[in-house]
């Protein structure tokens, strides 16, 4: 069928693709309230300072417990009490993250930016949101402009970042000259070289690469992001077993990161170990809850098995359906719903809805909307007779003499897609929650 094309094509790219962002580690969470200048505290707080204080605490213990909605009501009462509370409101940004509400989170990101311009955790949250949805050249003025920030001129995490938003604009020169900036300032700064590395991976220069990476390695050999994108680098290599070793790697040094359980889901995906990479990308998901890509290739690992089961089926509908709460629109997601849904009686009513879009899409071809026409005879037809759909045929994996390693899948496999840059998950330079008390100014580290 159609869907099981894109379906294979996809596969592939993903795996191409998958883990190219570079790993910028996360802000350290602040757990001290550091003040730009030592101004001494009063000898006694006021009631309503006591009581913002008591609720951003109890606000804290709600967001590490992840009752989100407790966490949200109590930054905003803080807010109430204390209005220029950077941390309260930067809180808010994270939360609203968290729950994939982009547009809330960039407005409360924006607060506090215009409140204190040089803000790096928040530059870094706002960044990444940019990145996370492909706005490169608003990531990239957004670093600029911290860097423009007096005593911000040389901060290494904002310059890793730029070199991130740089490449994944396309922009190699730049990428290249600013982590080399960096690095002429701090020699020993491992997330440079990661991203360096990274800026000669998409150039095709793997073993340039490969030997970058060796540098960060001896810098920093418990990042699980150097063991990641070291299997990338093989996984062009046409070295599987070797690739899959370093996103093993990765895990095991954080079970927590989501690349590495990524790239071995995709890796059991291109293989139609469907199964296999169900329980890499349910990992993902829990870990990133608000990328559509991480939704969309746990679909896809769930659709594979609705042959046996199809109950997987409608699982499947319902995450196609989450990419498209994410992502609007979104092709494979609206087409992938309405192939998924008709596997079984109950679905059916959002399968015809889902199908009758997926025609109405202007990439949708001629054969493809016979097909789903066909689709949609049989299901009223099957309503008629009180048919249940007949099981779809299970796949067979590929041929491995057909199949090499990431970017030779595509050339071996399919001609129907190309690897997509930028379909890779975010990168985790994520700040989290400031656990500051609102009455003391925070100090960017």
């Known amino acids: 069928m159609a869907f099981r094309r894109t379906l294979a094509a996809a596969t592939l790219a993903f795996t191409a693709a998958c883990a190219t962002t570079s790993q910028v580690k996360p802000a350290p969470v602040a757990t001290e309230a550091p003040a730009p200048a030592p101004a001494p505290r009063p000898a006694s707080e006021s009631k309503k300072e006591r009581d913002a204080r008591e609720t951003f605490a109890q606000a804290i213990a709600a967001f590490d417990a992840g009752d989100y909605a407790k966490a949200e009501e109590g930054f905003r009462e ?11 409101q930067f809180n808010l940004g994270i939360i609203a993250e968290r729950q994939g509400r982009f547009a809330d989170a960039q407005a409360a990101y924006e607060k506090v930016r215009f409140l204190e311009p040089g803000h790096v955790p928040t530059l870094l949250n706002l ?4 990145r996370v949805q492909e706005k490169y050249a608003e990531a990239i003025a957004l670093y600029e402009a911290g860097l423009k920030v007096q005593g911000r001129e040389h901060e290494s995490s904002l310059l ?10 396309g922009k190699h020169a730049q990428a290249e000259a600013t ?13 440079a070289y990661k991203n360096l590395a990274l800026v000669y991976y998409d150039q095709g220069k793997y073993r340039l690469a490969e030997l970058v990476l060796a540098n960060a390695r001896k810098l920093d050999e418990k990042d699980p992001g150097i063991y990641n994108n070291l299997g990338m680098i093989y996984l062009k290599l046409d070295d599987r077993a070797r690739a899959l070793a370093q996103f093993q790697k990765a895990v095991s040094l954080d079970e927590r990161f989501a690349p590495g359980h990524l790239n071995i889901g995709a890796m059991a995906l291109a293989w139609r170990d469907y199964a296999g990479a169900e329980r890499s990308f349910a990992k993902a998901v829990e870990l990133e809850p608000g990328s559509h890509e991480v939704w969309l290739y746990y679909a896809y690992a769930l659709d594979g098995q609705k042959g046996r089961d199809a109950q997987k089926g409608l699982k499947a509908g319902e995450a196609f359906e989450k990419v498209l709460a994410l992502r609007a629109e979104q092709p494979e997601a609206l087409c992938g719903a309405g192939w998924a849904y008709a596997v079984e009686r109950a679905g059916w009513d959002k399968a015809e809805g889902f199908l009758q879009r997926c025609k109405e899409l202007g990439s949708t071809s001629a054969q493809d909307k016979q097909m789903i026409d066909a689709k949609l005879q049989g299901l009223a037809a099957m309503r008629k007779s009180g048919q249940q759909p007949e099981p779809e045929p299970e796949e067979k994996a590929p041929n491995p003499a057909a199949v090499g390693g990431s970017g030779s899948m595509l050339d071996k496999a399919s001609d129907e897609a190309a690897p997509a840059d930028g379909a890779a998950p975010p990168s985790t330079d994520e700040s989290g929650p400031a656990t500051e008390p609102p009455a003391e100014a925070p100090r960017a580290e």
């Open 127 to 130: 960044g990444r949101l940019y």
């Open 179 to 191: 982590a080399r900036r960096v690095l002429a300032r701090h020699p020993d700064n491992a997330e």
């Open 160 to 169: 890793n970042n730029l070199t991130v938003a740089y490449r994944l604009a």
């Open 78 to 88: 803080v807010l109430e009490k204390a209005p220029q509370s950077l941390n309260a």
